[in-house]
């Protein structure tokens, strides 16, 4: 990777005397904290060692501030998600503390090369996609924008499972990656809290013989072990923590058991302990439903919770003032049982009453939604929650009480709009509506994107927020430049400084300046050279892991996401059969060379989601083989997509592919990261995409497809799929294709059922759109051919994405949602 010095101009100059004193560190760390003489390390020594120096700076600003939030009585901020995707360090640590190149060069003095070692570690992949990764990116802007602030989470021993394509089908396999043990993280025992499960619920009656406080008898318990991970902004600024919790016995051996010849017995307690934060639950958007899942939420949620109220009372000895110390975000509802939580640890076991601790909960608590699909809004069966948590269950009713009494009182509401802000779903199976007690309980309630906040409002809470209509905001997603540009992207970071100087690198609003560039064909080349590089860089990647050779001149399409219906992905395969189809009858046309790449993880138990890998796959079989298209088209399924991929994928796109159905993406964020980095989009009217559109201009961008609200209309209407489908040749031909079987000679059928589905209903709206998308993609080539027009479009892209910075989405929070200054 020599991307970095094709530019020049490294964050920092290194100096020779720095140099040699971090060579002689590493070395020391070497030494004495990995027990390695330099001519035995491995690579992996190497890493560790390399890690451990710069941990070492980091400590000195963590313990900095600290104290400083600490004697200045801040507010703290405490971000609660199952997820955080925060992939890689190392470069992070690097690049924010201004060390890369002296790290480069020390390294480099002692034989060893940092871009080699930087491959070597492992992904911290404790997330499945968007969300988890959007809590990563926050982290570091709250460091950066000096915001107080503790994520808390699970320690997953196995995250992300590593995807396997075999025979073009997706494969499971675990991904374990503590293998070589974990140089970021403290574990901190005696940061640990008992976590309790089931049992019963026993009221304690006062001398008077009132009833006075509820005392919960849980029948198990384990403990909650703190892990903790320092997180540093930009120029180190501030180091904030990020709090994983590990599950462990109370008792690691039942000794009885142990002695009286039961020896897998006696390790219960240990297996129960250790399942808690054994793996993340690999399906994004569907709950799991399993009773593991609602113990992994309760563990991490209470863990946290007594974390939080231990070190405000050890500041301020008592609770009342909490919601001015604390602001607790719930990240979308898996934390949500929190509210719930709250109260019991207030009223059962500090003695507030019911009011004063409602007032403390809704005052501290504030809630992001992140999906409106209606099969991802979480919720538990009653008997399930009862059982494990008989006490919350009860606390839920009380807050029901309240809720659906504030909600009568007002006088707007009928029969069967109470039933829908109530707490308990009554139809069939009662059920606990976690997203609705998450608005009972939040003073704040926030969508990701313009349009995700105003169908908010319209559709799954349109009734609490007419009960409550100023706690609805929007808080438009963004993600941090210093990862998805700086890092990831050293060429054209080089090429931007060399234009507009260095004020961007800490206020990105200065981004703009960049915008003269986009008339100035010396620019223009220089901008095109960068792209190529880190197209030819992606193409030696794939050359290597997939065999494929691929011309770093052709037009690079790429969709990388969660694989899911409502994204779209069989949009892109279908167009890409209907092309490739187009360009064997048309063989004389002037056609411009593209590879579409699709990548992204399928969840294990969605059948139609792992069918479509398999047919990216088919269909990427027979195109790259037939020479009649070679050189125009090629189709690549890039396997076990994850951050670091996402890393070389970014920069070296041309064309980013947002193509979910209207109203379905609540943000996107990847769409950001094309778009920073110089990609154009096509893309719907959905999500984040509104917002690109109106900062990057309607002309550099390509927007096709039905708005939110016609497919709503359209829906309603009676769509009738077959009818559309008749009338559009290139996409019947393309059905009739897959259909009958020309990818999958070996199993004609496999693809009769998804496509059967599109003529029958067609929920995603593919047929609708696809005649307009096909358009769209053909203008895409027409402007594509004249690269100084592209190349212009693209720069402006890259000039008008500052705005999409995570800093400023950190800011919104901070000051309309948390109180705290930013
Ligand atoms: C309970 C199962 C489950 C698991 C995960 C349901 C829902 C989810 C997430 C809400 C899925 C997710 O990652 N949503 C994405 O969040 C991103 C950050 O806000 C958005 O940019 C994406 O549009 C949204 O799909």
């Not at 020599?2 to 100059?13: D, F």
């Not at 006062?206 to 919960?216: Q, S, T």
């Not at 039905?706 to 031909?733: D, F, H, K, M």
Request: aromatic share 8%; hydrophobic share 45%; charged share 25%.
């Amino acid at each position: 990777m020599k991307l970095a010095s094709a530019y020049g101009l490294p964050l920092q100059t290194p100096q020779t005397s720095d140099i040699e004193a971090l060579a002689a560190e590493i070395l020391q760390a070497l030494k004495y904290r990995v027990g390695k003489d330099a001519t035995v390390a491995t690579q992996y020594d190497w890493l560790t060692a390399a890690i451990l120096v710069v941990r070492d700076r980091i400590i000195d600003h963590w313990v900095k501030s600290t104290k400083q939030a600490y004697e200045q009585s801040a507010k703290r901020v405490y971000y609660l998600s199952l997820e955080f995707l925060i992939g890689r360090l190392m470069r992070d640590a690097f690049s924010n503390l201004g060390m890369m190149e002296d790290m480069r060069a020390a390294l480099g003095s002692l034989g060893v090369e940092l871009d080699v070692i930087a491959t070597l570690e492992p992904d911290a992949a404790l997330g499945n996609g968007g969300l988890g990764r959007l809590a990563a990116c926050f982290m570091e802007s709250m460091a950066t924008v000096d915001v107080p602030a503790h994520g808390y989470g699970i320690r997953y021993a196995n995250g992300m499972f590593r995807q396997e394509i075999s025979d073009g089908w997706q494969v499971e396999l675990p991904e374990t990656w503590l293998d070589h043990g974990n140089p970021w993280e403290f574990e901190r025992r005696e940061r640990s809290f008992e976590v309790g499960f089931g049992g019963t619920v026993e009221q304690v009656a006062a001398k008077d013989g009132r009833l006075e406080r509820h005392v919960w008898r849980p029948q198990e318990r384990v403990l909650a072990v703190a892990y903790d991970t320092p997180v540093v902004g930009w120029r180190g600024n501030r180091v904030n923590t990020l709090r994983l919790w590990a599950g462990m016995p109370v008792d690691p051996i039942l000794l009885d058991a142990f002695n009286a010849g039961d020896h897998i017995g006696a390790l219960r307690e240990s297996n129960k302990a250790d399942a808690l934060s054994r793996v993340l639950y690999p399906a994004d958007s569907s709950p799991a439903g399993q009773e593991l899942r609602l113990r992994q939420e309760y563990f991490f949620t209470t863990a946290s919770l007594q974390d939080i109220i231990q070190r405000h009372l050890s500041q301020y000895g008592e609770l009342h003032s909490l919601p001015e110390k604390a602001a607790i975000h719930l990240n979308d509802t898996h934390p949500s049982v929190a509210v719930a939580e709250l109260m019991r640890l207030l009223m059962d076991v500090h003695g507030i009453d019911f009011d004063t601790a409602w007032g403390i909960t809704k005052g501290t608590f504030a809630y992001t939604n992140h999906t409106l699909l209606p099969e991802a809004l979480e919720s538990w069966p009653v008997p399930l929650f009862e059982r494990l948590l008989p006490r919350h269950m009860q606390i839920v009713y009380a807050i029901n009480a309240q809720l659906l009494h504030e909600a009568r009182t007002t006088g707007q509401f009928d029969g069967e709009q109470i039933a829908r802000i109530s707490l308990i779903e009554e139809n069939g199976e009662r059920r606990v509506r976690m997203g609705n007690l998450a608005f009972a309980g939040s003073h704040s309630i926030n969508g990701v994107s313009a349009l995700h906040t105003e169908l908010m409002k319209e559709t799954v809470f349109a009734d609490l927020h007419r009960l409550y209509p100023s706690r609805i905001n929007n808080k438009t997603n963004g993600i941090t430049q210093r990862r998805w540009l700086f890092q990831c992207n050293a060429g054209l970071t080089g090429l931007i400084r060399e234009a507009i100087g260095d004020r961007f690198l800490d206020d990105i609003a200065a981004l703009t300046e960049l915008d003269a560039f986009a008339g100035d064909a010396a620019f223009r080349e220089k901008f095109a050279a960068v792209k190529r590089a880190n197209k030819a860089r992606l193409a030696s990647i794939v050359a290597e892991r997939q065999g494929i050779k691929l011309d770093p001149s052709a037009l690079f399409d790429i969709q990388i996401k969660r694989i899911h219906e409502y994204k779209r992905q069989l949009l892109n395969i279908i167009e890409a059969v209907a092309l490739y189809d187009q360009i064997r009858s048309h063989p004389e046309r002037d056609w411009m060379p593209r590879v579409k790449f699709l990548g992204g993880k399928a969840a294990p138990s969605y059948h139609n989601a792992k069918l479509i890998i398999k047919l990216a796959n088919d269909v990427a079989r027979v195109i790259n083989r037939d020479p009649a298209v070679r050189g125009l088209l090629k189709v690549v399924f890039t396997p076990n997509y994850n951050v670091s991929l996402a890393e070389v994928m970014m920069p070296a796109a041309d064309l980013s592919e947002q193509i979910s159905t209207a109203g379905m993406e609540a943000s996107g964020t990847g769409n950001m990261k094309f778009a920073l980095n110089g990609a154009l989009t096509i893309g719907t009217l959905d999500g984040a995409n509104v917002e690109i559109r109106e900062h990057v201009g309607a002309d550099n961008i390509f927007i096709f497809g039905l708005t939110a609200q016609e497919v709503a209309e359209r829906r309603n209407g009676g769509y009738a799929p077959r009818g559309v489908i008749e009338t559009s040749p290139e996409l019947s031909q393309a059905l009739a294709a897959i259909s009958s079987g020309v990818f999958s000679p070996d199993d004609p059928n496999r693809y009769r059922d998804l496509i059967s589905g599109l003529y029958d209903h067609d929920w995603f709206m593919v047929a609708a759109d696809f005649d307009a998308y096909a358009a769209t993609q053909r203008q895409v080539d027409a402007v594509w051919g004249d690269s100084p027009d592209w190349n212009a479009r693209a720069i402006r892209n890259v000039a008008r994405m500052g705005w999409f910075s995570s800093d400023r989405t950190i800011r919104q929070y901070a000051r309309e949602i948390w109180n705290v200054p930013a």
